[in-house]
């Protein structure tokens, strides 16, 4: 069974700084490409930042210069750190994760169950 768990939100002041991580365990073959993406109320699932394998990352245009996606392939954990945080940046944070898993080496993607992420004005 595969799991993807997050960590690390919580409520920051504007201005602030955060760093989720998420750790996926279970009988994992592969770890492919990860990513953070978010939800605010009311609103669609946006990608924030992805990172492949490789390390070559991707962020969306509102956090970039802001926000740094990293992985530890060794961890099976990828993390964001979340910088300069602004009120529009709440939202809900899931991770995400495509990999092979299993005994068959079934080829899925997972979700996290989701973390707060709040930002006061």
């Known amino acids: 069974q595969v799991r993807l768990v997050e960590s690390g939100g919580g409520l920051v002041q504007a201005g602030g700084s955060l760093r989720l991580s998420c750790a996926a365990s279970?009988?994992?073959?592969?770890?492919?490409?990860m990513g953070w993406y978010r939800q605010a109320p009311g609103k669609q699932r946006d990608m924030v930042a992805t990172?492949?394998?490789?390390?070559?990352?991707n962020y969306a245009d509102s956090v970039k210069g802001r926000f740094t996606i990293s992985r530890d392939n060794a961890k099976n954990t990828v993390y964001m750190q979340m910088n300069s945080l602004k009120p529009e940046d709440t939202a809900v944070y899931y991770c995400n994760a495509d990999l092979i898993s299993g005994r068959y080496y079934s080829a899925r993607n997972y979700w996290g169950q989701g973390t707060q992420v709040t930002v006061s004005s």
């Open positions: 279970g009988n994992i073959f592969k770890l492919n490409g």
């Open positions: 990172i492949t394998t490789d390390g070559r990352t």
